[in-house]
């Protein structure tokens, strides 16, 4: 009884993801006038509004080296993780993917952004938080990452090439580079003051004169 209900399950679980699959929800960033951050999954219509570069669920290029039917089921079903600092269960869903050689893209949720954007992206700020294709895994639960991982159709065993390497973490939400200050326009130099002209001394009063006959001195 048991075994006849997990295969319609597992039928639901392959369906959800072929549909869901099909394309990847974005996630915008919004700077109102007010400086207010908000986060929309339709583009802005605003022109001068910025999106935010949210992690997607786009195949990574990384994909290019991997054998053909991996690389089948990876750009059909891309995996991202969502993980936080100091947290076993991130540790545990990493671990899962490393150990069935499932290439994964992995998203880190540190700054205020990030959890923002998570929120919209799952509706809450659990972690870790997978997605495989368009299905949402919240939490991590073996069991439950093994059946959507087997219905995706990816290896039990690591068939990934021996070079192949992954993808160094991300932030979710990237950082934007902060530009350079302008430098301060160098001042004018100063104008030295023009050099006072000295006054010439007054006359000596030496004796009588036409106009001080009597040759009174002041």
Do not use: H
Not at 1 to 24: E, I, N
């Amino acid at each position: 009884m048991r075994k006849s209900m997990r295969a319609p399950l597992l039928m639901g679980f392959l369906l959800t993801l072929a549909c869901a699959g099909v394309q990847a929800q974005g996630v915008y960033r919004i700077v109102g006038p007010d400086g207010k951050v908000t986060f929309s999954d339709r583009p802005p219509a605003d022109a001068n509004a910025q999106p935010a570069r949210i992690a997607s669920e786009a195949p990574s290029a990384a994909n290019g080296a991997l054998p053909y039917e991996l690389r089948q089921i990876a750009n059909r079903f891309p995996v991202t993780l969502y993980t936080g600092n100091d947290c076993s269960p991130c540790t545990s869903a990493r671990n899962l993917l490393t150990s069935r050689g499932v290439p994964f893209t992995e998203r880190t949720v540190s700054s205020n952004e990030d959890i923002a954007a998570l929120q919209r992206l799952s509706g809450g700020t659990g972690l870790p938080f997978g997605t495989i294709g368009g299905q949402q895994l919240a939490g991590f639960s073996e069991g439950e990452w093994t059946q959507y991982l087997d219905a995706a159709g990816y290896p039990k065993q690591s068939a990934l090439p021996r070079n192949y390497r992954q993808p160094a973490p991300t932030p979710l939400v990237a950082v934007k580079a902060v530009e350079p200050a302008a430098a301060p326009a160098a001042s004018a130099p100063a104008v030295a003051p023009a050099p006072s002209r000295a006054r010439p001394p007054a006359p000596v009063n030496d004796g009588p004169s036409p106009s001080n006959p009597a040759g009174i001195r002041f």
